[in-house]
């Protein structure tokens, strides 16, 4: 039985040459680069993710036509476990589909990718000083006093409909079901983009979780939004190939998240006060967790345990 792989170069190269484009053409479409595509059609070595995503994409209805499963690629964002099981995978799949039928704005394919292999916003790690600023920003823009608590789910942001996943009418009870219970613990939200240009979005809330978990979570995909991040790298979940962030993106999207719930001098005030971070929380509505992150990033660590140092005598 041919491969996966074996079905998609077959259906590439058929497409491509009744298309009578050049591999170096269909190489700038694409955005493969040359000498790889080359050497996917010579059937040297297997295609990577990204590049077998992006020749799907290319195929369209070829690729169904071909036998290929077009429905495990996702152009979603996953905020899950690593031990998220395969069933949930699908139904929040299903469920990003029919949330962009649903709510899409206007026509456009969301399969688009411009520019190279990697979007440009990529692998950029931005200073702490930089996020402490713009998160600072962030706050003053909604009209928050230094250290005053926020709430982020009275966030409302341009283009982007939140949708908690027990509240909705999007969802259908079987849908809901699936996504609750046992699988409840295994994922926390799931943006999905409604047009090519990235300007609308469906944030999908795992409202199952504490409100707590659920305030850094919605900030933490408000954040990918509003720093332009795209859907660039392909990773893995369970079955599934879903687009994701990078990793220097994920950094900042949950530095960012921290820092508008937990700001700066509040937790500055807060160690030098020897509160515990339990008690921190609790004023700003988050977890204990997320005021030790912000400690630690801060740099306060030692402070907050109380460690002392000393020079010992010469
Ligand atoms: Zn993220």
Do not use: C
């Not at 707590?212 to 599934?240: D, F, N, P, S």
């Not at 988050?286 to 030692?302: N, Q």
Request: cysteine-free.
């Amino acid at each position: 039985m041919p491969s996966f792989e074996d079905k998609l170069v077959k259906a590439v190269k058929r497409k491509r040459e009744a298309e009578g484009l050049s591999i170096r053409s269909l190489s700038a479409e694409v955005g493969i680069s040359f000498s790889t595509l080359a050497r996917i059609e010579r059937r040297e070595g297997q295609p990577d993710n990204n590049s077998k995503i992006r020749l799907l994409e290319w195929l369209g209805q070829d690729a169904e036509d071909a036998g290929l499963q077009f429905d495990n690629v996702a152009f979603v964002h996953f905020r899950a476990g690593k031990n998220i099981r395969s069933s949930t995978v699908r139904t929040l799949l299903k469920t990003a589909e029919s949330l962009r039928q649903s709510l899409k704005s206007h026509g456009g394919s969301q399969n688009q990718v411009d520019g190279e292999d990697y979007g440009p916003s990529g692998n950029v790690f931005r200073s702490k000083e930089e996020l402490e600023g713009i998160a600072e920003k962030f706050r003053y823009d909604l009209g928050l006093k230094k250290g005053e608590p926020l709430d982020s789910l009275r966030v409302k942001v341009e283009g982007v409909e939140v949708i908690p996943a027990r509240k909705t009418n999007h969802l259908d009870e079987q849908t809901i079901k699936r996504l609750g219970g046992n699988s409840a613990s295994e994922w926390s939200a799931m943006s999905v983009p409604l047009d090519s240009e990235n300007e609308n979005w469906a944030v999908l809330m795992n409202d199952w979780h504490k409100v707590e978990r659920q305030r850094v979570t919605v900030m933490e995909e408000y954040w990918h939004i509003l720093l332009g991040h795209k859907l660039t790298k392909i990773a893995r979940v369970a079955e599934a190939y879903g687009r994701t962030y990078d990793k220097a993106e994920e950094h900042d999207a949950f530095y960012l998240a921290a820092a508008v719930l937990l700001p700066k001098p509040a937790i500055v005030e807060a160690v030098g006060k020897n509160r515990t971070s339990k008690q921190v929380a609790k004023v700003f509505g988050t977890s204990p967790d997320l005021v030790e992150y912000r400690i630690k990033r801060l740099g306060l660590w030692r402070e907050h345990t109380g460690k002392l140092v000393r020079l010992s005598p010469n």
